[in-house]
């Protein structure tokens, strides 16, 4: 008789851990950028061992050139993590259009937020950011007219509704012109803290926000005739 006994090679592999961390990192021109091309390879380079984070990096430049998102991809990825790290530069007090159209794809009604939304209730949110402006230019007597934090509530907010905490953002300003040992620092300060979460001093004084809740028909149909079109393409300029 046939010996029936299945083989390690014939049995199904273990699936495969989903990652503990989730950088989405968008720059136009992620070639030319002096820092946050740095960012992102650091947040590739950290080694993985038993006691570390498992980290997965998404350029979205380089993966959606056509703008066109794997949804259920971004989703599944999202749905194992602890933390989510949006990296970008700042562009017109806002993110890369690739990255608001990603928000807008991904972070779904009903699966975000809304109704039966969530899939990301109880994680991190945490923004790394650059901006080509120094920081003294973030104030009421300087052309940007208002505190950084001021352009910040977009984000907040959207965390809010994702049942996400918003962490602190890391920043730095005038990016164009920092010298080379404040960008070793600061690159430094963010592989060292993807490296050691979630064991940051300042989580346990950190509160969840309860969502919002919304109800069943805050949004129109698929086919409703105001149902928004978004646009599909869209460019940027800058290379911090």
Not at 52 to 71: A, Q
Not at 175 to 196: C, D, F, G, I, M
Not at 221 to 229: F, L, N, S
Request: charged share 20%; net charge negative; hydrophobic share 40%.
């Amino acid at each position: 008789m046939a010996d029936s006994r299945i083989s390690v090679l014939d049995a199904p592999a273990a699936p495969a851990p989903g990652p503990d961390i989730v950088v989405i990192t968008a720059h136009p021109q992620m070639e030319h950028s002096r820092i946050n091309r740095r960012l992102m390879r650091a947040a590739r380079g950290l080694p993985t061992t038993e006691s570390s984070p498992l980290i997965v990096v998404r350029d979205l430049y380089s993966l959606y050139p056509d703008y066109l998102i794997d949804v259920a991809a971004e989703q599944a990825l999202l749905a194992t993590a602890k933390l989510i790290v949006w990296q970008h530069p700042i562009h017109w007090y806002s993110m890369p259009p690739l990255m608001k159209l990603w928000l807008d794809d991904v972070l779904a009604f009903g699966w975000a937020y809304g109704p039966g939304g969530t899939a990301l209730r109880g994680k991190d949110l945490w923004l790394v950011a650059t901006t080509g402006g120094p920081a003294d230019s973030y104030r009421p007597t300087d052309y940007n007219r208002y505190f950084f934090d001021d352009f910040l509530p977009p984000y907040e907010q959207t965390a809010n509704l994702c049942g996400l905490r918003f962490l602190p953002p890391l920043l730095l300003h005038g990016a164009h012109r920092a010298e080379e040992p404040e960008v070793e620092a600061h690159v430094a300060v963010y592989a060292q803290r993807l490296a050691s979460y979630p064991n940051w001093p300042e989580l346990g004084e950190l509160l969840y926000e309860l969502p919002a809740l919304i109800p069943h028909d805050a949004r129109p149909d698929e086919d409703a005739d105001d149902a928004a079109d978004r646009p599909r393409r869209a460019t940027s300029n800058g290379a911090t």
